[in-house]
């Protein structure tokens, strides 16, 4: 757990800018980061080292929202909206997972992609069947991977294969999944996770929220993706001022809570995100996919409100966090010049904080390479990305991040531990 990785850094601990270190040097001791450094300081040179050449050296992504079950269909139902998608695509996978065997395969596959992925931190949905979340959740932690799995909660609007019988009964199974999960589990760990208001009753809101409480464990769902899931809301909680006070009425937003989305927040909601410390995690790529709109984020971050990104496999069609910093971008871009012109767009910079420092904030001190952060890294190469003139370390990184197909992560850490 005490190494020094060698090659050319690039990090950032400020949203304004990224930092770049050529040739520079990775202190790691017990799994923290010591520091970045030009030179390797005297009391580390007899650490043993790992030079990775020329290569690009990142911190590790942290992915605040993605649908593991999915990940067997991404790429599929492009052209439907969220609802119909809902109904054609992700629900009939999904009940698949009651099968063991199928979860295995499936699994197996999302998790070894994950591994190959530059995600090192994630938060995901599971299913409704709690034998196949304890199962995603033990690939992940023999993965190494670190984070958060949800064995998600529905007890109305949904085919009967995906609903639990009654809001007691949901509560009862959430709670025994908790347990379990806390039992066995010390990388990737429980979090409550009701889909969204229109498939959850306000009993089952109330009881996953004490549940919540109770394990002391973090939360997540949907918010405000869709402009017919907001008029559902509407009606399914007519006390609610809006969508956001509806989940704030059963106490669930929180500093341990991720809501993703947030496409279309009014100002009240946006100052209730704030005053509650939630984390919104933006999906640019599903939120273009099936066709809900492009989020006001920078209206989210100049009120305050905590942002990170997600991929939201299979809304977005792909794992690839380097592509999901590029789409915020130029969504961003979109928002300016179509919506308004008063949000200046994303810079690059900013949404690579999002994407590290500024999402790895949910799990901790993560998503950096100052010291005292766990030490995740991905080791990028991208040799494949030819040029005839000298590129700045700062300019590789930048082309990786809008040719990330074009490149390869060849060495993977997590808390200081190689996992690829």
């Not at 992504?61 to 809902?86: K, N, S, T, V």
């Not at 080791?379 to 930048?398: G, N």
Request: proline share 5%.
């Amino acid at each position: 757990m005490d190494f020094v990785i060698k090659g050319n850094l690039c990090y950032s601990d400020r949203p304004e800018c990224l930092t770049t270190l050529p040739q520079g040097y990775l202190v790691v001791v017990g799994g923290v980061y010591a520091g970045a450094f030009e030179q390797l300081p005297e009391c580390y040179q007899t650490l043993p080292q790992t030079d990775c050449g020329d290569r690009l050296v990142m911190p590790g992504f942290c992915d605040l929202h993605l649908h593991a079950p999915q990940f067997a269909y991404r790429g599929l139902g492009m052209d439907l909206e969220l609802i119909e998608w809902l109904n054609q695509r992700a629900y009939p996978e999904e009940a698949k997972y009651s099968d063991l065997a199928y979860a295995g395969r499936a699994y197996d596959l999302f998790v070894d992609a994950m591994r190959k992925s530059a995600t090192t931190r994630l938060c995901c949905f599971a299913t409704l069947h709690a034998p196949a979340t304890l199962l995603l959740m033990e690939k992940l932690e023999a993965a190494g991977l670190r984070g958060y799995a949800g064995k998600v909660s529905m007890d109305r609007n949904a085919p009967d294969d995906l609903c639990e019988p009654d809001a007691g009964q949901a509560a009862r199974d959430c709670e025994t999944w908790l347990r379990e999960a806390n039992r066995r589990f010390h990388l990737v760990k429980p979090m409550v996770t009701p889909r969204f208001i229109p498939s959850c009753s306000d009993e089952l809101m109330d009881s996953l929220s004490a549940l919540a409480r109770e394990y002391g464990a973090p939360l997540q769902s949907h918010l405000s993706e869709n402009q017919a899931e907001i008029d559902w809301v509407s009606e399914l909680c007519p006390k609610a001022v809006n969508y956001t006070d509806a989940y704030d009425r059963f106490g669930i937003l929180g500093p341990r809570t991720v809501m993703a989305h947030a496409v279309y927040p009014e100002n009240e909601e946006i100052a209730l995100l704030k005053k509650r410390e939630v984390t919104v995690a933006h999906c640019p790529a599903s939120n273009m996919n099936i066709r809900s709109g492009i989020a006001p984020v920078r209206k989210l971050l100049n009120a305050g409100v905590k942002v990170g990104l997600g991929t939201d496999v299979a809304g977005g069609q792909t794992l690839d966090m380097l592509r999901a910093v590029t789409d915020a971008v130029q969504a961003s871009k979109l928002y300016w010049r179509l919506i308004d012109q008063r949000d200046r767009a994303l810079t690059l910079s900013e949404a690579f904080y999002m994407a590290t420092k500024g999402g790895g904030a949910f799990f901790g001190k993560v998503g950096s390479f100052e010291s005292g952060y766990e030490a995740d890294a991905i080791v990028l190469d991208d040799s494949a990305l030819p040029h005839p003139q000298e590129l700045t370390v700062l300019e590789r990184a930048q082309r990786a991040l809008y040719l990330s197909g074009d490149c390869r992560i060849v060495q993977k850490y997590v808390a200081g531990r190689s996992i690829l």
